[in-house]
């Protein structure tokens, strides 16, 4: 799938303090909310292969800094920000940042299993919690991301210390120089990491910094 990318400001930019986000996708830095990059990618074919391999499944795909424009509401508050429905063809109009895939009424076996099914290709993609679905460009994640950022500060993948809990942070868990897994985080992202912490509500991160900065 065709890629589009916003060049990278210098170095100097990130002073005002970067973020990853969007698994990647997008580097904001703030204050005052700027976005430094965004890749995107064209939605519409995992959308076309989603609608025939298992209608009803929810569909969003981000706005960036807004909300998401989405095929029906999601459950709860999975979303925030601005949220627009619109039908597939509206949703694959134009390149995007993310897409997600949300079927509440599937286990996290069967969505794994639905993933697989899909056969997508030209992406990068992620089995959240649950019946979760993340969608990224090809190639595209938090390491090479956060690699970025750490170049633009002249700091070298040993220097970083990254944390992690989610399938979507392995390949930046194994970038660092030291991952750290949280303690509630599935098997394989602990398997990724260097070390497993405490979960956050017993302190993890905040012991793990101490103990570097501290």
């Given at each position: 799938m065709a890629r589009y990318e916003v060049d990278i400001r210098s170095s100097s930019d990130y002073l005002l303090g970067p973020t990853v986000c969007s698994n990647g996708a997008v580097i904001v830095r703030y204050p005052p909310q700027e976005i430094i990059?965004?890749?995107?990618?064209?939605p519409r074919p995992v959308i076309t292969q989603v609608e025939k391999v298992a209608p009803g499944t929810l569909i969003a795909v981000e706005e960036i800094g807004r909300g998401y424009r989405l095929n029906d509401h999601f459950p709860g508050d999975d979303l925030t920000g601005e949220l627009i429905i619109e039908n597939a063809e509206q949703l694959s109009s134009r390149p995007v940042?993310?897409?997600i895939l949300r079927d509440p009424t599937r286990s996290e076996e069967?969505?794994?299993?639905?993933?697989?099914?899909?056969?997508?290709?030209g992406v990068t993609y992620y089995i959240g919690w649950g019946s979760w679905?993340?969608?990224?460009?090809?190639?595209v994640n938090k390491a090479t991301?956060?690699?970025?950022?750490?170049?633009?500060?002249?700091?070298?993948?040993a220097d970083v210390v990254a944390f992690g809990d989610g399938r979507n942070d392995i390949e930046m868990l194994r970038w660092a120089g030291r991952g750290v897994a949280m303690g509630d985080a599935p098997d394989e992202v602990k398997a990724a990491a260097d070390d497993v912490t405490k979960t956050i509500d017993d302190g993890g991160p905040a012991a793990e910094l101490r103990h570097w900065f501290g």
């Open positions: 990059k965004a890749i995107t990618f064209d940042t993310r897409v069967e969505f794994v299993a639905l993933a697989r099914h899909l056969g997508m290709h679905l993340d969608i990224a460009p090809d190639g991301a956060l690699a970025e950022v750490a170049a633009g500060f002249g700091v070298s993948a």
